[in-house]
């Protein structure tokens, strides 16, 4: 069992920078591929980023491409999702989900935060 805490999000103007985490309860998290989704008002969850277990490969939504980053630290159990340049459109909750893959499939034993509201003013 593993479980997700988002911390991090809040209001930031566009054009700025914002940095959430999420911190997993156990030492087994590393083994698993780590995804933010995110949910905009009215829409469907989406893919933002992905990282697999160790690091080293990641995946991005063209959306945010070249302007977020996800990174993780696996002696902390913690990833990262560093947001620049950020407009209105990136306005949602953020979810940090532990998984197969990196690359944002979904399978029904995955795990989920509860997620952190990240609002960009413009």
Request: glycine letters at 10%; charged letters at 15%; hydrophobic letters at 35%.
């Amino acid at each position: 069992q593993v479980q997700l805490l988002e911390s991090g999000g809040g209001l930031v103007q566009a054009g700025g920078s914002l940095r959430v985490s999420c911190a997993a309860s156990a030492r087994t998290s590393s083994a698993y591929a780590i995804n933010w989704f995110r949910q905009a008002p009215g829409q469907e969850r989406e893919f933002v980023a992905g990282i697999n277990w160790s690091g080293i490969m990641t995946h991005y939504a063209d959306s945010v491409q070249d302007r977020f980053t996800i990174s993780r630290d696996n002696r902390n159990n913690t990833v990262y999702l560093y947001m620049t340049s950020v407009e209105p459109e990136d306005t949602a909750v953020y979810y940090c989900h532990a998984g197969r893959t990196y690359t944002g499939i979904i399978y029904e034993d995955d795990y989920w935060g509860q997620g952190t509201q990240v609002t960009v003013s413009s």
